[in-house]
C-alpha cells in the first residue's frame, strides 16, 4: 500500500507552529505570514510547496530573524 502524501496545508501549520515557538517574539500573524508568502514563493516558482518545505523553511526563517531582530531592537531602545 503506497504512503499517502503529505498534506500540503498539514505540513504548512507545523512548520508555523515550530517558527512560532523558536521566533516567540515574533506576533504569530507575522508567523503566519512570513511561512504564507514563503510557500507563495514556492508556487511561484512551481514548486510542490511540501517538496520545497526546507526552501520554505529557510525563506520563513530568514524572515523571522528580521523581524526577531527588529523587535528585540525595539524592546531594548
Not at 7 to 13: E, H, Q
Not at 51 to 76: G, M, N, Y
Given at each position: 500500500?503506497?504512503t499517502?502524501?503529505?498534506?500540503?496545508?498539514?505540513?504548512?501549520?507545523?512548520?508555523?507552529?515550530?517558527?512560532?515557538?523558536?521566533?516567540?517574539?515574533?506576533?504569530?500573524?507575522?508567523?503566519?505570514?512570513?511561512?504564507k508568502?514563503?510557500?507563495?514563493?514556492?508556487?511561484?516558482?512551481?514548486?510542490?510547496?511540501?517538496?520545497?518545505?526546507?526552501?520554505?523553511?529557510?525563506?520563513?526563517?530568514?524572515?523571522?530573524?528580521?523581524?526577531?531582530?527588529?523587535?528585540?531592537?525595539?524592546?531594548?531602545?
Amino acid at each position: 500500500m503506497p504512503t499517502a502524501r503529505p498534506n500540503a496545508l498539514a505540513v504548512m501549520l507545523e512548520l508555523a507552529q515550530r517558527l512560532a515557538e523558536e521566533f516567540d517574539t515574533v506576533p504569530l500573524a507575522q508567523v503566519s505570514r512570513a511561512v504564507k508568502a514563503a510557500a507563495e514563493a514556492a508556487r511561484l516558482f512551481g514548486e510542490d510547496v511540501t517538496a520545497a518545505l526546507p526552501t520554505v523553511e529557510r525563506i520563513a526563517r530568514e524572515d523571522l530573524a528580521v523581524l526577531s531582530e527588529a523587535a528585540s531592537a525595539a524592546v531594548t531602545a
